[in-house]
């Protein structure tokens, strides 16, 4: 790939993964929950599903998704209801302060969640669907090494975006030192993950 292309398709990478959405909440959930070696499993969850979807993008399927109003709002509703029941998880949880802040939850319980709220994203793909052939060479023989490339790209930018918001999250851990504060911040985050469901409710692919 051409340099200033890449360095392009770099800005856009940076630029779409530092965007607030669920898997920010996602990530900072984790780590406010359950310390800051839970960002290991929660960002390697995100990570394979967002780079399913790229795979999906790159075969072509993305295109059949992004052009299919069924599809579309099959996958649009599970990932709706899918962030509200997470939502209402943390609302009805009641956690027990831990001053270590070593929660108990799976390091494959983390994970999958983390690779579902990706999965069920429909924005990504219609999002990758637009971007990806934006930044293709006319040379089409050369289109598996660009696509590489630039999911590659995607992955590690996005991984770089997410352990910064796992950082900052670790600062609001010296704030929770008791039941009430951790039930409150629970709240907070469940409320996240319900707004980010009305948010991909109201998302309508263009047409």
Same mark, same amino acid.
């Given at each position: 790939?051409?340099?200033?292309?890449?360095?392009?398709?770099?800005?856009?990478?940076? @630029?779409?993964?530092?965007?607030?959405?669920?898997?920010?909440?996602?990530?900072? #959930?984790?780590?406010?929950?359950?310390?800051?070696?839970?960002?290991?499993?929660?960002?390697? %969850?995100?990570?394979?599903?967002?780079?399913?979807?790229? *795979?999906?993008?790159?075969? %072509?399927?993305?295109?059949?998704?992004?052009?299919? #109003?069924? @599809?579309?709002?099959?996958?649009?509703?599970?990932?709706?209801?899918?962030?509200?029941? @997470?939502?209402?998880? $943390?609302? +009805? =949880?009641?956690?027990?302060?831990?001053?270590?802040?070593?929660? !108990? =939850?799976?390091?494959?319980?983390?994970?999958?969640?983390?690779?579902?709220?990706?999965? &069920?994203?429909? $924005?990504? &793909?219609?999002?990758?669907?637009?971007?990806?052939?934006?930044?293709?060479?006319?040379?089409? =023989?050369?289109?598996? &090494?660009?696509?590489?490339?630039?999911?590659?790209?995607?992955?590690?930018?996005?991984? +770089?975006?997410?352990?910064?918001?796992?950082?900052?999250?670790?600062?609001?851990?010296?704030?929770?030192? =008791?039941?009430?504060?951790?039930?409150?911040?629970?709240?907070?985050?469940?409320?996240?993950?319900?707004?980010?469901?009305?948010? *991909?409710? !109201?998302?309508?692919?263009?047409?």
């Amino acid at each position: 790939m051409d340099m200033n292309v890449l360095l392009a398709f770099l800005t856009a990478s940076f @630029l779409v993964s530092m965007s607030p959405g669920a898997g920010a909440v996602n990530t900072m #959930n984790s780590v406010v929950n359950h310390g800051f070696r839970s960002t290991i499993p929660t960002i390697l %969850g995100l990570e394979v599903g967002y780079g399913i979807q790229i *795979l999906v993008v790159a075969v %072509g399927l993305g295109a059949i998704l992004a052009s299919s #109003n069924v @599809l579309f709002s099959v996958i649009k509703w599970i990932g709706v209801g899918y962030l509200i029941w @997470l939502g209402i998880q $943390k609302w +009805i =949880s009641n956690p027990t302060f831990n001053p270590e802040h070593e929660y !108990s =939850s799976s390091n494959m319980k983390l994970f999958w969640q983390s690779a579902l709220v990706n999965l &069920t994203n429909p $924005k990504a &793909t219609v999002f990758l669907v637009a971007l990806l052939p934006q930044f293709l060479s006319s040379d089409t =023989s050369t289109h598996p &090494t660009q696509l590489l490339i630039m999911g590659t790209t995607l992955l590690v930018v996005d991984v +770089i975006v997410m352990l910064c918001y796992a950082s900052l999250a670790s600062k609001f851990q010296r704030f929770i030192t =008791s039941d009430k504060r951790m039930r409150i911040t629970n709240r907070i985050f469940g409320s996240f993950f319900i707004l980010a469901a009305l948010l *991909l409710s !109201s998302f309508k692919k263009a047409t």
